[in-house]
């Protein structure tokens, strides 16, 4: 099981070989993982914030993400207009490379 550190490692160096193509404005992880209380079960929760937003682009990242970290990924695209319960959230756990 990866922890914390091996994880924003490899996504530090996920978005640095991706920083052109995808255009990250950032990225970062939340969630139990970003606490520190993740388990072997658990997801890994990514924001992603694009300087052009795309759909496809969000798709490319999850399934990458997934084999590199050899379990679930959920991501979230951060945006101004978005629930306000989940962007609370990510303002107070996110932990961005």
Known sequence: MMNRSEILNILHDYKKKHQEEYRFARIGIFGSVAKGISD???????????????????????????IEFGKKVDIVRFRKEMDSFLKNRIEKEAVYV
């Open 40 to 66: 072997e079960k658990s997801d890994v929760d990514i924001v992603v914030e694009q300087k052009e937003p795309d759909l496809f682009i969000l798709g490319c990242i999850k399934t990458d993400l997934e």
